[in-house]
């Protein structure tokens, strides 16, 4: 472990160290389903919106290009974890749509900005090098 983490620090990364069970479950959120994410906003965003792509739009979707012989592997070895994250962005949109859909507006901004919140969080503890 000591080289490990000496070489980690070498190329000025923070080792953390897991069992394959957590780590796997804790990358199909902030790896594959991102990537899965991105694509699917690739895909469903039509063609002749292109001259309005900009920043937002080119960050989000930037690991849709990503080629799928390169996560096709990960998504089938991980396809358990991956599917419960998806679950799980899935009913985070259903909450969004159906506020869209009533019009409850005020109920939406909370969610939204629960959502900032929980961002910040996340980066932030990343940042210190440890997990919420």
């Known amino acids: 472990m000591r080289f490990a983490a000496a070489l980690a620090a070498a190329v000025g990364a923070r080792p953390l160290w897991l069992d394959a069970a957590t780590h796997d479950c804790w990358v199909a959120s ?3 389903l991102p ?3 991105a694509n699917a906003l690739a895909g469903s965003t039509p063609p ?3 001259p309005l792509v900009g920043s937002g739009f080119r960050s989000t979707t930037r690991l849709a290009p990503t080629p799928p012989g390169m996560m ?4 089938m070895t991980n396809s358990q974890n991956i599917l419960a994250a998806a679950r799980r ?3 985070a949109m259903s909450r969004i749509e159906t506020l869209l859909a009533a019009g409850d507006y005020a109920a939406l901004q909370d969610l939204l ?3 900032g919140r929980a961002q910040a969080q996340l980066v932030e503890a990343n940042e ?4 919420l």
């Open 128 to 131: 210190r090098g440890n997990p």
């Open 48 to 50: 002749e919106a292109a």
């Open 89 to 91: 962005f899935g009913e």
């Open 72 to 75: 096709m592997d990960v998504l």
């Open 30 to 32: 902030t790896s594959h």
């Open 113 to 115: 900005e629960s959502g």
């Open 35 to 37: 990537y899965l994410v």
